[in-house]
């Protein structure tokens, strides 16, 4: 039986209640607002399949990682509304091209991130695009498995942990049709701070869209933009805006965050190539370029057949980001003590803010970045 002690050996990836032969695997959300399973003892036949497919267990497997290229997509549009380079949708197409389905986090009509499955292309609005929050999988894994005994391609995008746990419960004679894509992950945030965080963007009219990372200000100075039905716009650059602030500086993400030890095992990670300008400076436009690194040969013939549609130089030296285990800032415990007590906005004066002087600091910053994008040197 998995050990449910001690929740940083959970990453919610509910691999287990997918695979229990006995289906006496449930799930409830915790008062942090993170889904952890639960495990109907009397029915627990000891068979230890969940402790087989968890990835906090196997999450060691070497990564084959060969190939590593910049990426971006040669369609601005696409590229625009993509939170780098935009290779995700351009992947997603082919698949759908192919009669297969595309499962990646979208919101629902509550603005609660979940997992989906979209089988047209139209629908490629809602996966594309990062959400920090933790992406709820319900039966996405339950979902993939009769899709692929079906005969269906299935393309499947998550956090490094959620393919680890899709591929560990998946039969090997079923995964020649699964083709997964992970990312480079900073860390899942609570979705009940982030519920907590869009009440009070929710006092300036009722919200139709989320988007943490607008490009209007330029790629590297991405912004947080909300939109009311009324037509009000709320739009932060992420370093100023109060949840990315939270989020970047490890105040909110899931416990098994901190202690992460997932290696990429998918056939494709996609990353932003941050640092580009230092690496080919003739690529950094400011729009957002992908850091792609391709593990196996389906994921070779997936880049080769998007490969006409993108712009890219293959890196010679290979440069894997893989999650390091990162300290729980003592602020982390004060937040989620006082969740159900204070709003959002209280939870951050008391346990977020910074000093004066790192907020006029990071103001200044931000403005020279905007004005070096607009300006077409892109910093
Ligand atoms: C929580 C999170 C943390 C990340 N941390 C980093 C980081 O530290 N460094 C870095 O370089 N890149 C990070 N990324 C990846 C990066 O933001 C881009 O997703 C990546 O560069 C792909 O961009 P794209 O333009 O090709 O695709 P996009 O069109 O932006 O597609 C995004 C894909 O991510 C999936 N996705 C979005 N939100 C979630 C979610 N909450 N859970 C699971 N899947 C999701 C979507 O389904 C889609 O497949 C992170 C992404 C997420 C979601």
């Known amino acids: 039986m998995i050990d449910l002690s001690n929740k940083e050996?959970?990453?919610?990836?509910?691999?287990?209640?997918?695979?229990?032969?006995?289906?006496?695997?449930?799930?409830?959300?915790?008062?942090?607002?993170?889904?952890?399973?639960?495990?109907?003892?009397?029915?627990?036949?000891?068979?230890?399949?969940?402790?087989?497919?968890?990835?906090?267990?196997?999450?060691?497997?070497?990564?084959?990682?060969?190939?590593?290229y910049a990426v971006y997509c040669k369609t601005a549009l696409i590229r625009k509304k993509s939170s780098s380079g935009g290779i995700f949708p351009l992947m997603a197409k082919t698949i759908i091209g192919d009669g297969g389905v595309v499962f990646g986090a979208a919101f629902d009509s509550d603005f609660v991130v979940r997992h989906i499955c979209i089988d047209k292309y139209e629908d490629i609005a809602k996966l594309r695009g990062s959400k920090y929050v933790q992406s709820d999988m319900g039966d996405s894994i339950s979902q993939v498995k009769s899709l692929l005994k079906e005969g269906k391609k299935v393309l499947f995008s998550g956090c490094p942990c959620q393919v680890n746990g899709l591929l560990n419960a998946i039969d090997k004679n079923l995964s020649k049709n699964l083709i997964t894509i992970d990312f480079v992950c900073h860390g899942v945030p609570s979705p009940k701070i982030f519920k907590s965080y869009l009440q009070e963007r929710k006092k300036?009219?009722?919200?139709?869209?989320?988007?943490f990372r607008n490009k209007k200000y330029g790629w590297k100075t991405y912004s947080m933009k909300i939109e009311s039905k009324n037509g009000n716009v709320y739009r932060k650059v992420f370093v100023l805006d109060t949840y990315m602030q939270l989020y970047l500086r490890n105040l909110i993400s899931r416990p098994s965050c901190y202690v992460c030890s997932q290696n990429h095992r998918s056939d494709i990670t996609l990353a932003d190539y941050w640092n580009i300008a230092k690496k080919h400076p003739e690529m950094n436009d400011g729009m957002g370029i992908t850091k792609m690194q391709i593990h196996s040969q389906k994921g070779q013939l997936l880049w080769g057949e998007i490969q006409n549609q993108c712009v890219s130089i293959c890196d010679e030296i290979r440069d894997l980001d893989i999650q390091k285990p990162r300290i729980v800032p003592p602020k982390r415990q004060l937040i989620f003590d006082?969740?159900?007590?204070?709003?959002?906005?209280?939870?951050?004066?008391?346990?977020?803010?910074?000093?004066?002087?790192?907020?006029?600091?990071?103001?200044?910053?931000?403005?020279?970045?905007?004005?070096?994008?607009?300006?077409?040197?892109?910093?």
């Open 9 to 68: 050996n959970c990453t919610g990836c509910r691999a287990c209640l997918a695979s229990c032969p006995k289906h006496c695997i449930t799930g409830a959300f915790d008062h942090e607002g993170f889904w952890y399973p639960k495990i109907n003892t009397n029915q627990c036949v000891d068979c230890h399949v969940c402790e087989k497919v968890c990835p906090v267990n196997t999450g060691s497997t070497s990564d084959g990682a060969s190939e590593q």
């Open 204 to 211: 300036s009219g009722d919200i139709v869209e989320v988007l």
């Open 338 to 379: 006082n969740i159900d007590k204070y709003s959002f906005g209280e939870l951050y004066s008391k346990y977020g803010k910074q000093g004066f002087l790192y907020e006029v600091k990071n103001r200044v910053k931000t403005l020279i970045k905007i004005v070096s994008y607009f300006l077409g040197k892109n910093l």
